[in-house]
């Protein structure tokens, strides 16, 4: 078993940047790929960001690329979502999640691939 505790979210202005945290509990933190979701109001829950096992290989929507940036400290067992020229389209419940059963991009950027959720971080973008 796994807890994820995100943190980091807040109100922000279009054009800002805000850095997520997700802490995770357990002893084989790096077994997991880790990824990011978010949910809008009346909304899907997406897929944001990824990153597998090592920390070697991210993905990322094209609706972020080259904003957004995940990174992972197995030492720390933490995972990080650095969010740079933020719009108010990024407005969402972020989530943290992990699965433990596969780190290809196929899994992580699907909901039903992942296996433990933490209970999300709310991030608002002002125009």
């Known amino acids: 078993q796994v807890q994820l505790v995100e943190s980091g979210g807040g109100l922000v202005q279009a054009g800002g940047s805000l850095r997520l945290s997700c802490a995770a509990s357990g002893r084989t933190f790096s077994n997991y790929g880790m990824a990011w979701f978010r949910q809008a109001p009346g909304k899907e829950r997406e897929f944001v960001a990824a990153i597998n096992r090592s920390g070697g290989s991210t993905y990322y929507a094209d609706s972020v690329k080259g904003r957004f940036t995940i990174s992972r400290d197995n030492a720390k067992n933490t995972v990080s979502l650095q969010m740079n020229s933020l719009k108010p389209e990024d407005t969402a419940v972020y989530y943290c999640?992990?699965?433990?059963?596969?780190?290809?991009?196929?899994?992580?950027?699907?909901?039903?691939?992942?296996?433990?959720w933490g209970k999300g971080t709310l991030v608002t973008v002002s125009s």
């Open positions: 999640a992990a699965s433990a059963y596969s780190s290809t991009y196929v899994r992580l950027s699907r909901t039903e691939g992942m296996d433990y």
